[in-house]
């Protein structure tokens, strides 16, 4: 079987011991080692009998093993890839785990150290870069491209056709009409709703129809003044 290291002990590191059971129980597949995390307060801990092994620095110490990130944060959006970067340079390999329950259709393509979680479902010809994160239940229709580094949380519908860059961050429960382009390094609000292409990186954007977060306030503000009059 393969060795596998899982990057960060949160929850979605939780999450990627119960994928790696799902598989094994179809085809043993995988020896989960342990995790690794740069939270001190972790170290030596035990989370679903896999003990917290030291900070990902320590990964020199692990070779002839597989790397999985469940590593993710909307504020700062680059960690996913700078951990990836890091380990990589340093020869370190990742894999790829995708749920049993999870419906590929024809020629979907899957990157590298890419995550997948229960009950996803990807349409045909959709492709997905390295080191992605879906949660649970995401539906990402026909012909749509998802960049490096990207993050999912659950729930997720994206219509066909859409682009998204590398490094953003979707919120759980977010929509998208058709043919929509998501620009790098963004982070969309759960329960947002993307009609329109959005091309200003680095930014947060919420709502029903999306908007940017500083004008989403401003608007709320305004009506909540006109409902004090």
Not at 9 to 29: C, E, M, V
Not at 126 to 150: L, R, T, W
Request: contains cysteine; proline residues 2%.
């Amino acid at each position: 079987m393969n060795k596998i290291i899982i990057l960060g002990a949160g929850g979605s590191g939780h999450d990627i011991i119960s994928i790696i059971n799902s598989i094994n129980i179809i085809n043993k597949t995988y020896e989960i080692i342990g995790f690794l995390d740069d939270n001190p307060k972790l170290y030596g801990k035990e989370f679903l009998g896999y003990k917290v092994l030291g900070e990902i620095k320590m990964l020199d110490y692990y070779t002839d093993v597989f790397f999985i990130s469940s590593i993710a944060n909307p504020v700062n959006r680059i960690v996913r890839q700078d951990i990836y970067n890091r380990i990589k340079t340093q020869g370190g390999r990742f894999c790829s785990l995708v749920h049993p329950s999870a419906i590929l259709y024809d020629n979907v393509e899957i990157g590298d150290g890419v995550v997948i979680n229960a009950n996803c479902v990807f349409g045909t010809n959709v492709k997905i870069g390295d080191n992605v994160h879906f949660g649970y239940g995401c539906n990402i229709a026909h012909e749509s491209i998802i960049s490096n580094h990207c993050s999912f949380g659950a729930g997720v519908n994206l219509s066909s056709s859409n682009r998204i860059g590398s490094d953003c961050y979707i919120g759980c429960g977010v929509s998208s009409a058709h043919d929509i382009s998501v620009c790098e390094n963004t982070l969309i609000a759960s329960g947002s709703s993307i009609v329109c292409d959005i091309t200003d990186n680095n930014d947060t954007w919420i709502g029903v129809p999306v908007e940017k977060l500083r004008k989403y306030y401003k608007n709320k503000f305004k009506i909540e003044s006109l409902k004090l009059k």
